[in-house]
């Protein structure tokens, strides 16, 4: 399940990914659209500059702004860097493996197996998804 911080997350690159021909977009406007508290919003915009996502600008007329094409901003990217793995068990995870302690025999763990399937298919589908497929859904 995704955090309330990767939802907000998705939600400020939406509205910035609508408002692309304004130079830059306040952080108020984006949190009074979607009811986020200021002060979280502008911890999550925070770390997508700091993944390169986006850029800001300060003083009159500030605000962020995406410095990437909606095109190239995978949902992947944006799920890891907020939420970590997106594998469901540590013990199928690719970036963030961890066997699992009750696990005796990962080799003949058949949840193992079957979860590594839908990491597949999952990452599969969230890297091939990019923030322009949300916004052509909008």
Do not use: W
């Amino acid at each position: 399940m995704l955090s309330k911080k990767t939802k907000y997350a998705f939600h400020a690159l939406t509205y910035l990914g609508k408002h692309r021909d304004q130079k830059t977009v306040l952080i108020q406007d984006i949190a009074e659209e979607y009811g986020i508290s200021h002060k979280f919003l502008e911890n999550i915009l925070l770390e997508l500059k700091k993944a390169g996502i986006l850029g800001s600008k300060k003083g009159k007329g500030g605000g962020y702004y995406l410095i990437k094409d909606p095109a190239d901003v995978p949902l992947s990217k944006v799920i890891r860097l907020l939420d970590g793995p997106i594998a469901l068990l540590p013990c199928v995870s690719i970036n963030y493996y961890e066997p699992c302690v009750e696990c005796k025999d990962e080799a003949k763990c058949g949840l193992n197996k079957v979860l590594i399937q839908v990491r597949d298919e999952m990452l599969n589908v969230l890297t091939n998804k990019s923030l322009s497929d949300i916004l052509d859904k909008e």
